[in-house]
């Protein structure tokens, strides 16, 4: 059981690629969701899903794009690169859209240069 | 004004001690609270989490609600090296038409031998 795991574990990327971060989980949970994470900002959402085929925008979704094919795999897209991206990202998931419970990944810290 | 607020530290106490971390808020829609433990360069695990206002204990952690006062704190009695990390204050309610939750900065918190 790896509960929720998320790769790359490091990327840079250079302003204006794109890139996909993979999130999967091994809990058969329902929800799952994507935040970020900076300094003095907090954890903040970014898209969530609250079931295969079922997406929707969190507080900060601008220049980022989800799918949900599966209920394993919750991949993040990043569509054109800016600086202002460079975060570290963490994909969580949860038996229940209240996310009482939310299980994170080790993260992926993304540098744009 | 930001809906939950916590003094992100860094707080120092000597091994043994008991630590009291707290946070505010100012959305009277959320309804359950949560705490989540951060070490360096990992993804937060959930420590507890709470509906109600009053104590809830679990073994050297007691979360704290109050809803009246909007306050929430969690008490970590006999702290080891080992507490060493940034805790995470969350809470959730349904606002906007959906289940949300919003996450504190954090208070980074050190236990010295």
């Known amino acids: 059981n790896a509960g929720v795991t998320q790769t790359p574990k490091f990327q840079v990327l250079k302003t204006g690629q794109s890139m996909t971060l993979q999130c999967a989980q091994d809990m058969n949970h329902e929800y799952m969701s994507w935040y970020r994470q900076d300094p003095g900002m907090g954890l903040r959402l970014i898209h969530y899903s609250v079931g295969a085929g079922i997406t929707d925008q969190g507080e900060v979704p601008n220049g980022y794009n989800v799918s949900r094919s599966t209920t394993e795999d919750f991949p993040l897209r990043l569509l054109s690169a800016a600086p202002s991206q460079t975060s570290v990202y963490f994909c969580?998931?949860?038996?229940?859209?209240?996310?009482?419970?939310?299980?994170f990944g080790q993260g992926t810290r993304l540098t744009v240069v | 004004q930001k809906e939950v607020e916590q003094d992100p530290g860094p707080l120092s106490v000597p091994e043994g001690a008991i630590v009291s971390l707290n946070c505010t808020y100012s959305n009277s829609a959320f309804q359950y609270f949560m705490w989540y433990r951060q070490y360096s360069r990992k993804g937060p695990e959930l420590l507890m989490y709470?509906?109600?206002?009053g104590n809830k204990e679990d073994g050297r952690f007691t979360a704290q609600v109050d809803k009246s006062s909007k306050y929430i704190s969690l008490f970590i009695r006999d702290s080891q090296p080992s507490d060493s990390a940034t805790y995470l204050c969350?809470?959730?309610?349904?606002?906007?038409?959906?289940?949300?939750?919003?996450f504190g900065i954090g208070t980074k918190l050190q236990v010295i031998p």
């Open positions: 969350a809470m959730g309610g349904r606002t906007g038409g959906y289940q949300k939750v919003t």
């Open positions: 969580a998931s949860g038996r229940d859209r209240r996310n009482t419970e939310a299980f």
């Open positions: 709470t509906y109600s206002s």
